[in-house]
């Protein structure tokens, strides 16, 4: 088989590792592509914003799966035009992926389909955000309809940072995706991830998942696209986790009675309230860097599983999962998430990896033509460590940690710390 995995960051690579391991043994393209995924196939340069291009280079190299790992593609249609020429591709057309595309659409069809979600109000101009945040009062959250790279979320404690952040998303700070802003109820409660396979009919969930989206320990600093990530969660239980895959299956089906059949990954960002699980948003394809704590524990080859769903065939295989935990750390660029500095030597990778259970996938990486590999990005590796329990994951991964370095490295030391105190508590 050859295979094409589209995008250039940790959770490329993991999806290139998991897909490395199959008993198929395809061999593997990654557009663009990073210093680990060059290590795994070949990077290729192509403009991913261009179905077309995409699709006459599918052609020529006869590619027999595309793989979508970020969100944009997904937004602007690359499934459905590679679909006109008969290639398969895992990851929903465009019509199923405005449920991230656009925040007011997912609010809208949530509220269509009686999904637990929080209000919100739709704002075209900074008045009308205005009244908004005035007539809700803090705290409360404010978003940018489009996609902005994961930074387009502000919750506001004080009514003031509501404001301006409204008035940042219109003059342009995030472009076209801030355009239409929503002013929307704060959902109190800790946060979870819950990912799910489906090809339209069948739902096949992973184990759920945190994130740590602050930049700094204590869950303080800036937002950033996630720090460290964890599954198990361990203060979900059994109740919580039925009623995460139900709102999951309800929405897959809720899609195909407004005729859309989706088909990859669905993302549910659960807030989980004192009424139960609340979603606060949705996803269209794997999460980074939940990728990376998840498929290292899929058992099942992930080759058929990506073949089922995009044949409409899930129903037919079952998925094994391992009962072990995973917990990742990131390791940032000095100046992330603002200022991300690059180019400096990483050293220490091989010798993380030599631990027992642990991989070190690459996000903002290059591999120059002396070997040497150097950052090329804001999160630059994400150390994962699969074992027994939380604890030992955990106890794993800053090891691996210890071992790598480069000027300016930054990360978090409190990575699934709580979860592992309540998992040995338990």
């Excluded at 990077?43 to 179905?51: A, I, S």
């Excluded at 929903?92 to 069809?109: C, N, T, V, Y």
């Excluded at 979603?279 to 990728?291: A, H, K, Q, S, W």
């Excluded at 524990?297 to 990506?306: A, F």
Aim: hydrophobic share 40%.
């Amino acid at each position: 088989m050859r295979i094409l995995i589209i995008g250039g960051g940790g959770r490329e690579h993991a999806i290139g590792v998991a897909l490395s391991r199959s008993a198929h043994a395809p061999q593997l393209f990654f557009a663009p592509g990073n210093g680990g995924t060059a290590a795994l196939g070949v990077n290729v340069t192509l403009d991913v914003e261009d179905p077309g291009t995409v699709a006459v280079w599918i052609d020529r190299n006869t590619v027999d799966l595309v793989v979508v790992g970020p969100e944009m593609p997904l937004v602007t249609g690359i499934a459905d035009i590679l679909a006109m020429d008969d290639i398969p591709v895992f990851g929903p057309r465009a019509a199923a992926a405005e449920l991230e595309g656009s925040k007011w659409f997912a609010k809208q069809f949530m509220e269509r389909h009686g999904i637990p979600t929080g209000s919100a109000v739709y704002c075209e101009n900074e008045t009308e955000a205005v009244v908004a945040i005035e007539d809700r009062g803090a705290p409360l959250v404010v978003k940018a309809d489009g996609l902005a790279a994961g930074k387009g979320v502000h919750v506001a404690a004080a009514e003031e940072s509501a404001r301006l952040f409204a008035k940042q998303c219109f003059e342009g700070d995030f472009g076209e995706a801030g355009q239409v802003v929503l002013v929307e109820e704060f959902l109190a409660g800790p946060e979870c991830s819950l990912l799910a396979f489906t090809d339209g009919t069948t739902v096949r969930p992973m184990a759920p998942a945190r994130d740590h989206k602050r930049a700094h320990d204590n869950d303080e600093g800036p937002n950033t696209g996630g720090m460290g990530v964890y599954s198990p969660v361990p203060d979900v239980d059994a109740a919580t986790e039925a009623a995460m895959v139900d709102i999951l299956e309800r929405t897959v089906a809720g899609l195909a009675e407004e005729g859309i059949t989706y088909r990859g990954v669905l993302y549910g960002g659960f807030v989980l309230t004192a009424e139960g699980p609340k979603v606060l948003e949705f996803n269209v394809r794997f999460g980074d860097p939940e990728t990376q704590v998840l498929l290292p524990l899929l058992k099942t080859d992930l080759v058929d599983v990506m073949l089922a769903v995009t044949q409409g065939t899930l129903g037919d295989i079952g998925l094994e999962w391992s009962d072990d935990a995973a917990v990742s750390v990131v390791l940032a660029s000095g100046g992330y998430p603002d200022t991300p500095e690059s180019g400096k030597t990483i050293t220490g990778i091989e010798d993380a990896e030599a631990l027992e259970g642990v991989t070190v996938y690459h996000a903002g990486t290059e591999r120059r033509d002396n070997g040497t590999v150097t950052t090329s990005g804001g999160r630059v590796l994400n150390v994962t460590a699969v074992a027994p329990t939380l604890g030992q994951a955990r106890e794993r991964a800053y090891e691996a940690v210890s071992r790598i370095s480069f000027e300016g490295m930054q990360y978090r030391t409190d990575i699934a710390r709580s979860a592992a105190e309540t998992a040995e508590g338990a």
